[in-house]
């Protein structure tokens, strides 16, 4: 399963453990104190949950997790002499509060917090075990267990540059950073592509003004070889152009992320005119004669600003055996009209094959657009005819940790942040050699940055799904002889909110600098002031409201986009409020920053709000939001901090 990034924002113990620890200890019954079981009525243990599995932090940083501890039975529960054995156990610990002994009433419970503070790169194993006058569990144990710490990789998809003269020189700063829980161990970092562009690696000194980038005198050309968890190297990418036409390049980093060992960032400039991206070859491989073969073509708007228009797609050369798909065409262009495609983002459309003989078809595929840099853009179109049968593609997928796979017949719905397993192993070849893989994310939201991982020539690769909305995966397979499947193979999932309201944010931070967005979600009904214990954001993530209701802010994001969302489900009628913090803490300076509010309600998308923030302190109020009427009403109010109620 892919870890959700966890950012500490103090040092020592994470703000789990800002929780007071709470134990209530009554006895309301005729036994003694000691604990000695009058008559027939016997104390009874129950212990919740009865394994606890700890989420992975940093060395040096702790977390803890809650065992509720509850006599069901007829008599005085005593508990006591709680100790925490096993080889690998050192890590574990009771909270520092903890009681030495429980003394129970019938139906009274008591909470108990262990804590998980690791000092190696190794998992963590033990048990925590309790004596009990429960005369069927004299002892009772909870087994405690904590993955090794592991490095995670994360770098923005794509550094972009506006349209720059030719003989200019512009720069921009990404960051290569390290969310995971152990050192980032970096093999090479490599920028191939185009010669216009060139690469360095700043050197803070410490005397930088605030929100300032280092001098460029001090960069080197000598990558990093670690980074820490929480922390992040900077990549100055230079552009220096010798024309204005569209110019691509991108950084490949090898590392010691397991789930990512190869991680690529795509660069693209003179692109805030409408851009267009497509694949310059489409190679069908080898194809069975009398079957025809597919391949879905994916045009992207690489311009972060403007709309490309695509005017039309044709074979200007197919040889007699190519074909686009008219029915699959985007916007109107089947009949005549053309297709409208917004900042970043893609379509896509099919091409068909359908060789006659055992010979190398070649076909010249046009595609016509306002992207001033090339009007016409040309893509190659080859396959190679063959009296072989081609291999069958079958995709199935399953949310990770559940047992029930969906084939491509079948719709898949997950929830926002799960992780989807892709398996591909029921492919086969009727010839009997064996098959190869070769997986592709067709569409996804707009907001969301992930990839199939770890390769897309795994058998059985995953994807994260952190944001709400359609994902299409697609799976070809390939024989032993290369010949390609002639169809396919693939997979719709939509991910879909649970509960009452989903509030979901997201920002892109176009100066590729390190830019920390809040989500807030106020009770209005009772509360005096944004930032308190009715207000839902990152020091406040799991509140008891005391109305039914269940709210969580299930991801804070401290660097990277997003994703932040908070789940309010059983919601109780009232007023609540949705607003975005500009916070100064982990924030590189005053950076534009493009945000977006989406609000589901019943797991449908009700409202889309956007708005640029600019200054660290900036408070957004955003909107409203009226149970159970479900009325949400914009405010769209930018300001330098927290706004009165």
Known sequence: MIPIPRFPRSSGLTLLLSVVLSLALFACNDDQDDGNIT???????????????????????????LIVIENTGEATLTVDDFRIQG?????????????????????????????YAPTAIEA??????????????????????ADAPTPQIFTPEIVTFARTPEGSEDWRVTEITNIGYAPLEIDSIELDGHSDFSMTFPQPTGEEPEGQFPDRANDTTVAPEVILPGESVMVRVIFLPTSSEFRTAEITIESNDAE???????ISANSDAPCLEVDEEINFGQASIDNVARRTVTVTNCSAIAELIIGGVEFEDDAGVFEVAESSLPGNLSTGGVANIGPRQSVNFVL??????????????????????????????????????????RARARVQGTSRWFDASEGIVASPLATIELDGSLSDDPDGTQVTYEWSLRDKPLSAQTQISPSITSESPTLWLPYAGRYVVELTVYDGAGLTSCEPSALFIDVVPGG???????????????????????????????????????SNRNPTWGDGSETSLDRDDTCCGGPENVNHDEAAPGDYAVGVYYYPGTSAGDNPTDALINVYLGGTLA?????????????????????????????DDLGNGFPSL
């Open 39 to 65: 008559g027939t009525d016997s104390a009874t243990i129950s212990v919740t949950p009865s394994q606890l599995n700890f989420e992975q932090v940093a060395i040096g940083d702790s977390i803890a997790e």
């Open 87 to 115: 080889e690998n156990a050192s890590a574990f610990s009771l909270a520092e509060d903890s009681p030495s002994s429980l003394s129970l009433a019938p139906n009274e419970l008591a909470e108990i917090y262990v804590e």
């Open 124 to 145: 963590s194993s033990g048990v925590l075990i309790m004596s009990t006058n429960d005369p069927g569990n004299e002892s009772f144990e909870v087994a405690l267990n």
């Open 260 to 266: 990512s060992p190869r991680t690529k960032v795509l």
């Open 352 to 393: 068909t094959y359908a060789p006659l003989e055992e010979v190398l078809n070649e076909g010249v595929l046009k595609i016509t657009s306002n992207d001033a840099a090339r009007q016409n853009t040309y893509v190659d179109v080859v396959g190679q005819g063959s009296l072989l049968t081609c291999p069958n593609a």
């Open 500 to 538: 009452d309201i989903w509030v979901e944010l997201a920002w892109e931070m176009p100066t590729g600098a390190r830019t920390d967005l809040d989500l807030h979600y106020l009770n209005v009904e009772n509360a005096d002031s944004w930032n308190t214990s009715w207000d839902i954001y990152f």
């Open 607 to 635: 409202q889309t709000f956007e708005r640029r923030m600019s200054n660290q302190r900036e408070f957004w109020y955003v909107a409203d939001l009226s149970i159970p009427d479900g009325v949400i009403t914009a405010v």
